[in-house]
Nanobody, 123 residues
Framework: VQLQASGGGLVQAGDSLRLSCAAS????????MGWFRQAPGKEREFVAV????????YYEDSVKGRFAISRDNAKNTMYLQMNPLKPEDTAVYYC?????????????????WGQGTLVTVSS
């Protein structure tokens, strides 16, 4: 499975961005897809996850009500709509795919990772 993340950029606080993650290859093995982020000097942390069918989602508390994860099954693409953004959302955002059943926020549950896309939010 290959994952290609895109959509990052430099925005101001209060603005919005939509990240995309396109999956290709042996996608039949994927049970869920998630977004993680890593801020400078910090560990990678969970942001949100969605089941492969798109029916179920789970969010980290700090992004609930601001971020929305979704999928386009026809395009094998996952999205993260982020609005409104805050300076503390600044990080490299990674998409990942898991072959485990259920929705997990643990990094070790994800076997496949994209290359990351940088989101910078200025105050």
């Amino acid at each position: 499975v290959q994952l290609q993340a895109s959509g990052g950029g430099l925005v101001q606080a209060g603005d919005s961005l939509r990240l995309s993650c396109a999956a290709s290859g042996r996608t039949f093995a994927i049970e869920s897809m998630g977004w993680f982020r890593q801020a400078p000097g910090k560990e990678r942390e969970f942001v949100a996850v969605i089941s492969w069918s798109g029916d179920n989602t789970y969010y980290e508390d700090s992004v609930k009500g601001r971020f929305a994860i979704s999928r386009d099954n026809a395009k094998n693409t996952m999205y993260l709509q982020m609005n409104p953004l805050k300076p503390e959302d600044t990080a490299v955002y990674y998409c990942a795919a898991s072959t485990w059943s259920g929705l997990s926020h643990y990094i070790y549950a994800y076997k496949f990772w994209g290359q990351g896309t940088l989101v910078t939010v200025s105050s």
